[in-house]
């Protein structure tokens, strides 16, 4: 998934997630156990009740859900130094138009009991053509942390409106007025984040799932790695 909300919003109520699976296979009472920013492709996990949702939110508040993303960013990742570990707080962003946009702050000495506290793993799979191919690992669970984390030191994702090269994009996007420039600035229509692997314990059988799925190979640029 990547495109369709997961919720019913405004009118938008048929193309979402929920409405979907409601549609078609009947499962009024599904949730979203998980979400992914809008321009996010990859893994979703949905229960089918109420009780699978509840048992499945107190697992991954409690840090038992296993997440691994696969990321574009813009520039040269230094590819032989294995895992860096990333950590410091996410705020929301001060004075500025949009709301809902976070800003992270690189602090190894922080609690990490803080709310704000955020922790991510990176590595480096590849590069090609001024970018590189990441995995990320995020051991914290905050909003954007991933996209707001990469472009506090320095690596913003390719193709990302809000936390890209050109924050500014954004606004355009938002007014419906990119340019050919930003388009090119951007390189892909959306952000270049996938979900690709997720794993955690059933909450009812106990038993070990895993689920991996790639970037879709229509989506440009993930072929060069």
Not at 121 to 148: D, N, W, Y
Request: aromatic share 6%; hydrophobic share 40%.
């Amino acid at each position: 998934t990547g495109n369709p909300p997961g919720h019913p919003a405004g009118r938008d109520v048929a193309n979402a997630l929920l409405g979907v699976l409601a549609a078609r296979h009947g499962l009024r009472e599904a949730r979203l156990v998980n979400r992914l920013d809008r321009e996010t492709s990859g893994l979703v996990l949905v229960a089918k009740t109420r009780e699978a949702a509840s048992a499945c939110g107190t697992m991954m508040m409690a840090g038992r859900f296993r997440k691994r993303y696969r990321v574009l960013v813009e520039g040269s990742w230094p590819c032989h130094d294995g895992w860096r570990e990333v950590r410091g707080e996410i705020v929301l962003a001060r004075g500025v138009v949009v709301r809902k946009k976070r800003v992270f702050r690189p602090d190894d000495a922080i609690d990490p009991t803080s709310p704000e506290y955020a922790l991510t793993r990176f590595r480096c799979l590849g590069r090609a053509e001024k970018m590189s191919l990441l995995e990320a690992v995020p051991e914290t669970g905050r909003p954007h942390q991933i996209r707001a984390t990469l472009q506090a030191i320095g690596f913003p994702v390719v193709g990302d409106k809000l936390y890209g090269v050109d924050e500014t994009i954004y606004a355009r996007m938002c007014a419906d007025a990119m340019t050919p420039e930003d388009h090119a600035v951007l390189r892909m229509g959306r952000q270049a984040l996938h979900a690709q692997a997720l794993a955690f314990r059933h909450p009812f059988t106990k038993e070990d799932l895993a689920f991996e799925t790639p970037p879709s190979p229509d989506e440009p640029l993930w072929h060069l790695f």
